[in-house]
């Protein structure tokens, strides 16, 4: 066994290029990395490979990322059309189904007179939760609009997401001083939100990465 073989580069960085290279040059990319990564370290140390893998990891990925929109523009701007749309239901679908389902529960199933403090937690509990999956299945959508560009389009949706949900908040402040909004209200859409966004693009991308793997080696 070679000495090469027990050096392993960061998992992180390879699945950020992973998510990210096309499907039919997935394995090559890694593999050249990989060879390069083993190469530095048995020579230099594994500290100073892990530094350059993320170098190069971090440089590869914005490339194909730019690439990737520039190769296939129609179809991851209308991918984010669609999820920036989707996303204006985000603040009311679930919570009106939610509130539809715990109505059902308090009178139906549970006694009237239950725990108040206890439902009112498990109404927040579970709007915040149905609003998570939501962003999770809006994510997974854009991913399946926007093939091959499933993580680009999922981070450029969560990066307009930021900007306009930025604008409109340092707005409300200019025009009301005062207003303090919700630091929970922020939270999920600055940071919540876009996590579940590239989490369900990440989801498809991973399914289709596992297909064209199974189809090159059939």
């Known amino acids: 066994m070679s000495t090469h073989s027990f050096f392993r580069p960061p998992r992180p960085a390879t699945w950020l290029l992973e998510m990210f290279a096309p499907y039919d040059q997935a394995e090559s990319v890694l593999g050249d990395l990989h060879e390069e990564f083993s190469t530095l370290a048995f020579q230099h140390g594994p500290r100073a490979a892990h530094r350059w893998y993320w170098r190069q990891a971090l440089k590869s990925v914005a490339k194909l990322a730019f690439v990737s929109l520039r190769t296939s523009p129609l179809s991851v701007t209308g991918a984010v059309i669609v ?5 204006s239901f985000v603040p009311w679908l679930p919570e009106h189904a939610q509130f539809a389902i715990l109505h059902l529960i308090r009178n139906h199933v549970t006694p009237y007179h239950a725990d108040w403090y206890s439902y009112v937690f498990w109404i927040n509990t579970s709007i915040l939760a149905g609003q998570l999956l939501f962003c999770l299945f809006i994510g997974f959508l854009v991913g399946l609009l926007a093939k091959g560009s499933e993580i680009a389009s999922t981070v450029l949706l969560s990066l ?3 900007l306009v949900t930025g604008v409109m908040l340092s707005a409300a402040h200019f025009v ?3 207003l303090h909004p919700a630091l929970l209200e922020v939270q999920l859409f600055m940071i919540d939100y876009p996590i579940m966004l590239i989490l369900g693009g990440g989801i498809v991308r991973d399914i289709r990465l596992t297909r064209a793997r199974k189809h090159s080696q059939a």
Do not use: R, T
């Open 176 to 178: 009301s001083p005062n």
């Open 83 to 87: 999820g920036f749309v989707l996303l």
């Open 160 to 162: 307009l997401l930021i």
